[in-house]
């Protein structure tokens, strides 16, 4: 049997008001009597309070409903007006209609879903609406403690009456929302976990990472040779964040950059472990003590279901113990229990790795990655810069060669090209004699064949034919036009386009320019 409660302190009496007509309810929230003391209510009293009743009661009295006559003499009894009863704050009492509305399904049909558990009707999204809308402790006591009529409810109170006899509403459709989710919640912790996994097994074992930490450690005792800080066995990880804050000489590089051209040269595979971190991002970003209350949160639930199955339903066609009974059993459930071993695994490597690197036990999980996350992007950074360089470089040397290609090819030009003696042409302020531009004409029918070879002596005083007769022809034409003015040379040159070998063509340069009247 449970115990009596202890009981309350001794008040005194209260007023008593003597009322005539009906008063419209005051629904609020009363302290009880036991609670009374140790509190202001103790030194307050409302029997001095003086105000006008009479007004009061004018003023705050039911209303009363009037039948009306119509016309005709027919005396119809007019419809009662609703008075809404609203028990909860209008702010509350909104967002639950709102949000039931949007269900479209009824009280009834609700309060049934949640009985069976139906997964077919009632989906996450509207479980987590229901969860929003589920009645708070005081609430359930507003709506036990209301005695009129249920049509005289607004549309919140009266789902919360409908679902007053469901025990532990909130926590009935918080575990029910879990069953829903419980796969996919497993699966994102059991993802990060491997993760963290992943990267402590590659800070452990990477041979190349290691090749790293001794090229680092080279450096550093290179450079403090001589000092305290010289000699080094070994440095802390947060070591690896400063390398960029040494700078070259010329300030254009960092011991980062260095790093990069050393291990290309001499490391071999020595970007292996970049292979091996590329999930470091993702890690950095995973915070222990997150991690740690997902995986407890996760048990938590299992075990609330554990505890809430062995309560008899006060419902025949109550389903949540079957229900929750057959989830206890599936593989989302029994994961959890791996998510936990996994938990514990990351949490004993993240101690050794302590250990391994000489740190302080401090140093949390997120803290280690951060380091690794922020070297990686310092080491790309200068590789990226490193490239960067070295192509330019390789545009100058290609631009510079261009360029002597071209000034080689403007002094050629310059030079002229050889003439068919093997003598180059003169220069553009020298000027140069007449030449003739030989031009394809047919030979006569009783001249000799183009490939025949000339004899080999030739008479001065025969007269020259086919391409031998053409610098003679130019010479005479412009012995003729010496003394010729402008108006004959446009004659002269309209008649030789109008010739029949020529007709059409312009022509050549060579050939005006040798045939051009000297003024």
């Known amino acids: ?15 008593k008001f003597h009322i005539n007509t009906k008063m419209k309810q005051f629904h609020w929230t009363i302290v009880q009597p036991r609670n009374i003391e140790e509190t202001l209510w103790m030194k307050l009293t409302d029997d001095r309070v003086v105000f006008d009743e009479k007004s009061f009661e004018a003023q705050f009295a039911e209303k009363k409903v009037k039948n009306k006559q119509f016309g005709g003499g027919s005396k119809d009894q007019a419809k009662p007006e609703v008075v809404v009863e609203k028990l909860l704050e209008p702010q509350r009492a909104q967002n639950v209609t709102i949000a039931l509305s949007r269900l479209r399904m009824t009280n009834v049909e609700i309060r049934e879903a949640i009985l069976v558990c139906d997964t077919k009707l009632l989906n996450e999204e509207m479980v987590a609406t229901l969860i929003n809308c589920a009645p708070s402790p005081e609430e359930e006591q507003l709506i036990r403690d209301y005695t009129g009529e249920f049509g005289s409810l607004g549309a919140a109170e009266q789902f919360f009456k409908v679902v007053s006899d469901l025990p532990n509403l909130k926590r009935r459709l918080t575990l029910f929302l879990f069953t829903m989710q419980c796969s996919v919640l497993v699966d994102e912790v059991s993802r990060k976990l491997r993760i963290l996994q992943e990267i402590q097994t590659a800070l452990a074992k990477s041979a190349s990472l290691h090749r790293v930490f001794e090229t680092v450690l080279a450096f550093g005792n290179f450079l ?40 290309q040269k001499y490391g071999g595979d020595s970007e292996e472990w970049l292979k091996e971190l590329q999930n470091i991002d993702e890690a950095a970003n995973i915070e222990s003590a997150m991690i740690n209350s997902d995986v407890s949160q ?42 936990q071993t996994q938990l514990n695994s990351v949490k004993a490597q993240h101690n050794a790795l302590l250990k391994l690197f000489g740190e302080d036990s401090k140093v949390t999980l997120e803290n280690m990655a951060g380091i690794f996350k922020e070297f990686c992007r310092d080491y790309l ?13 390789e545009r100058e040397i290609k631009r510079a060669r261009d360029q002597q290609v071209a000034k080689e090819a403007l002094k050629r030009r310059k030079n002229g090209p050889k003439s068919a003696t093997g ?7 020298t000027r140069a004699a007449p030449q003739s531009t030989p031009v394809h004409t047919r030979p006569p029918a009783s001249a000799e064949p183009a490939n ?21 022809i130019i010479e005479n034409n412009i012995a003729k036009l010496k003394t010729k003015d402008k108006t004959t040379w446009r004659n002269y040159i309209s008649s030789r386009r109008n010739t029949p070998g020529g007709k059409g063509k312009k022509m050549g340069y060579s050939t005006l320019r040798l045939a051009r009247p000297v003024d």
Do not use: W
Request: contains cysteine; glycine residues 6%.
């Open 423 to 429: 003598h180059s042409r003169p220069h553009s302020g």
């Open 224 to 263: 403090n040779s001589g000092t305290k800080k010289g000699e080094a066995y070994g440095f802390k990880l947060n070591t690896l964040t400063k390398l960029k804050s040494t700078k070259s000489q010329d300030n254009k590089n960092n011991l980062v950059h260095f790093l990069v051209l050393t291990l």
């Open 381 to 393: 950074k200068a590789k990226g810069d490193l490239t960067a360089e070295k192509e330019r470089v």
């Open 1 to 15: 049997p449970r115990a009596a409660p202890a009981p309350g302190p001794k008040l005194p009496s209260k007023r």
């Open 298 to 339: 996760l048990n938590t639930k299992i075990n609330i279901i554990q505890n809430q199955i062995k309560l008899p339903p006060k419902n025949q066609i109550d389903q949540f113990v079957p229900f929750m009974t057959k989830f206890l059993t599936s593989t989302a459930a029994t994961r959890i229990t791996d998510c």
């Open 452 to 472: 025949t070879a000339p004899p080999s002596t030739a008479n001065p005083d025969q007269e020259p034919k086919g391409r031998e007769a053409r610098p003679t």
